[in-house]
């Protein structure tokens, strides 16, 4: 008699939108997977999605990673710069990333990771996933016009956002069998008039995002945190924003895990 051929487990990858201070609504949805020891194979992360996955892929644990997103603030994110190719120099976002993980490269991380930035001089789709990671997320979150580009001799990289933000096919094409996306644009409304030029640069950012956002019917799992009335840019609405992320995994967790049972 032969025996029953094992089950192949399902590679699981984590795509992670962007949207600026409503990336902690990913810590919510992270917290779920882990309660229910769903942990993926692979992550990709554009802005602030990237940021969230650099800090998760390298092993930091949930709860210091919410302790750190409950205490930031734009000063420890960028200095305020000449006016150039941004209001904020970018550096500063890189030094802090790599305050929290240490000079780590992609290679190193627990969780295979990709973070996705914009060639904004050739309008090119870039996959950063090989090298330092503190550059890589740095170049992920540079909202044009706000965050100075990472800028090397042969590109000017910016916001993956531009062409992509929420990078199903990217973590599909480093092998994951189902995607859980996290999507923090799809029911997205500003909920208040931008008081300043900083708020009213990031609402036109994703206003324009909106129409050319593509991916998200790609994915298996589709999880949408009802943020749309949160401000983009105030970090006082961090705890808030991770329990909508919790709320909204917690709608979606037993059709994954039974999607990943079948």
Same mark, same amino acid.
């Given at each position: 008699?032969?025996?029953?051929?094992?089950?192949?487990?399902?590679? /699981?990858?984590?795509?992670?939108?962007?949207?600026?201070?409503?990336?902690?609504?990913?810590?919510?949805?992270?917290? /779920?997977?882990?309660?229910?020891?769903?942990?993926?194979?692979?992550?990709?992360?554009?802005?602030?999605?990237?940021?969230?996955?650099? /800090?998760?892929?390298?092993?930091?644990?949930?709860?210091?990673?919410?302790?750190?997103?409950?205490?930031?603030?734009?000063?420890?994110?960028?200095?305020?710069?000449?006016?150039?190719?941004?209001?904020?120099?970018?550096?500063?976002?890189?030094?802090?990333?790599?305050?929290?993980?240490?000079?780590?490269?992609?290679?190193?991380?627990?969780?295979?990771?990709?973070?996705?930035? /914009?060639?904004?001089?050739?309008?090119?789709?870039?996959?950063?996933?090989?090298?330092?990671?503190?550059?890589?997320?740095?170049?992920?979150?540079?909202?044009?016009?706000?965050?100075?580009?990472?800028?090397?001799?042969?590109?000017?990289?910016?916001?993956?956002?531009?062409?992509? %933000?929420?990078?199903?096919?990217?973590?599909?094409?480093?092998?994951?069998?189902?995607?859980?996306?996290?999507?923090?644009?799809?029911?997205?409304?500003?909920?208040?008039?931008?008081?300043?030029?900083?708020?009213?640069?990031?609402?036109?950012?994703?206003?324009?995002?909106?129409?050319?956002?593509?991916?998200?019917?790609?994915?298996?799992?589709?999880?949408?945190?009802?943020?749309?009335?949160? %401000?983009?840019?105030?970090?006082?609405?961090?705890?808030?924003?991770?329990?909508?992320?919790?709320?909204?995994?917690?709608?979606?967790?037993?059709?994954?895990?039974?999607?990943?049972?079948?």
């Amino acid at each position: 008699m032969f025996g029953r051929k094992k089950r192949k487990r399902k590679k /699981v990858g984590l795509a992670l939108s962007g949207g600026s201070v409503r990336g902690a609504a990913h810590l919510g949805v992270l917290e /779920v997977l882990e309660r229910e020891g769903i942990r993926p194979d692979y992550v990709a992360g554009v802005s602030a999605g990237s940021a969230v996955g650099a /800090v998760f892929c390298a092993g930091l644990d949930l709860d210091e990673i919410k302790r750190i997103a409950l205490g930031l603030q734009w000063r420890k994110l960028g200095r305020v710069t000449r006016p150039g190719l941004g209001f904020f120099d970018g550096k500063r976002l890189e030094e802090y990333v790599e305050e929290i993980i240490g000079p780590l490269r992609f290679e190193e991380l627990e969780i295979p990771l990709a973070t996705v930035a /914009v060639d904004i001089v050739r309008g090119e789709l870039v996959v950063l996933k090989e090298g330092p990671v503190a550059p890589a997320v740095r170049a992920s979150c540079a909202l044009p016009g706000i965050f100075t580009p990472a800028e090397s001799e042969e590109q000017i990289l910016v916001d993956g956002g531009v062409l992509n %933000n929420l990078p199903v096919s990217v973590v599909r094409d480093m092998g994951a069998d189902y995607v859980i996306a996290v999507d923090l644009l799809l029911s997205t409304i500003w909920g208040a008039r931008p008081q300043n030029l900083f708020e009213l640069v990031y609402l036109a950012f994703y206003t324009l995002l909106r129409p050319a956002h593509s991916e998200a019917s790609e994915a298996d799992c589709l999880i949408v945190p009802a943020i749309g009335q949160f %401000n983009w840019v105030d970090f006082s609405q961090v705890a808030a924003l991770i329990e909508k992320g919790r709320e909204a995994a917690e709608a979606k967790i037993e059709q994954i895990k039974q999607d990943l049972e079948s």
